[in-house]
């Protein structure tokens, strides 16, 4: 059985959106697939596309580039929801100026509200070099805060390198 909220970490091409996949698959509901992303060109079109064949059918897409608090709202007992992923919302909010500490109280509050159990993938961004920039090195810094107050909150952490997972919180089904 899934916990109420599992944090899924890795790098880019990690491995965790598959793990994440597989996971949620296995847990026998109703699969809800939060994407966060937007398109802005081609590549980013043909990345959407893969996660969509490597997802295969049986889930329900909910595209949700900002507000994920009004889908979290809505899910079921008898689902689970694959939120791919707080790295994405984070980067558009950070793009769209919002206010980000209004936005993510928003969304742990959803997070610890939501009647089914949820599965956010998020990157890990500590383990890369300094950015050149400042809104890098603020992304940056988001991320990796938002990422630490998940795992407080989250129930599994999970870390997934070259496609395999080392639990660092908890317990997998």
């Not at 899934?2 to 880019?12: P, Q, S, Y």
């Not at 026998?28 to 398109?39: N, W």
């Not at 596309?49 to 608090?69: C, F, K, M, S, Y």
Request: proline share 4%.
């Amino acid at each position: 059985m899934l916990d109420k909220l599992t944090l899924v970490l890795g790098g880019a091409g990690s491995g965790k959106s598959l793990w994440a996949e597989t996971l949620v698959r296995n847990a026998g509901k109703d699969r809800i697939y939060l994407a966060t992303a937007r398109v802005w060109d081609d590549e980013m079109r043909q990345k959407v596309n893969h996660h969509i064949a490597q997802r295969g059918p049986g889930w329900t897409t909910i595209e949700a580039p900002l507000d994920v608090t009004s889908a979290l709202a809505q899910a079921r007992p008898d689902q689970v929801v694959l939120l791919d992923c707080a790295t994405m919302w984070l980067s558009n909010h950070l793009l769209d100026e919002t206010d980000l500490a209004t936005e993510e109280a928003r969304f742990l509050t959803a997070l610890s509200t939501c009647t089914a159990p949820v599965v956010v993938v998020s990157n890990e961004v500590g383990l890369s070099v300094v950015p050149d920039n400042a809104l890098a090195r603020r992304f940056r810094d988001a991320q990796g805060a938002l990422n630490q107050k998940l795992a407080a909150q989250a129930g599994l952490v999970v870390a997934v390198m070259a496609g395999l997972p080392l639990t660092l919180k908890g317990t997998l089904p």
